[in-house]
């Protein structure tokens, strides 16, 4: 099992930043990704970003690149989506995961979502 636990998130300004933590604990060496993904209202989970455990690459929904990082910190086994430039269309509660091999998404480890709210 992994658990995953989000914080960071609150109320922002259009233009202003956001910093999101996600703690990972428990079996992570069984995980190959920590992924963040978000869901407004009335609409379905979307892809935001992807940090891969070996090599550290990463990858961005297109909505953000340029605007939101996602980095680590090994020794903390946290990872942070750094979320800059942002946009009123950018709320939602963002949940992260940690991606298993040969499951589906619905099936990784999900944390229980922080919730960003993002004034005009």
């Known amino acids: 099992q992994v658990q995953l636990v989000e914080s960071g998130g609150g109320l922002a300004q259009a233009g202003g930043s956001l910093r999101l933590s996600c703690a990972a604990s428990g079996r992570i060496f069984s995980t190959y990704a920590i992924a963040w993904y978000r869901q407004a209202p009335g609409q379905e989970r979307e892809f935001v970003a992807r940090?891969?455990?070996?090599?550290?690459?990463?990858y961005y929904a297109d909505s953000v690149k340029g605007r939101f990082t996602i980095s680590r910190d090994n020794a903390k086994n946290t990872v942070y989506l750094q979320m800059d430039i942002l946009k009123p269309e950018d709320t939602a509660v963002y949940y992260c995961a940690a991606a298993r091999s040969g499951v589906s998404y619905e099936d990784w480890y999900w944390g229980q979502g922080t919730q960003v709210t993002v004034s005009a």
């Open positions: 940090l891969r455990w070996s090599g550290g690459s990463t």
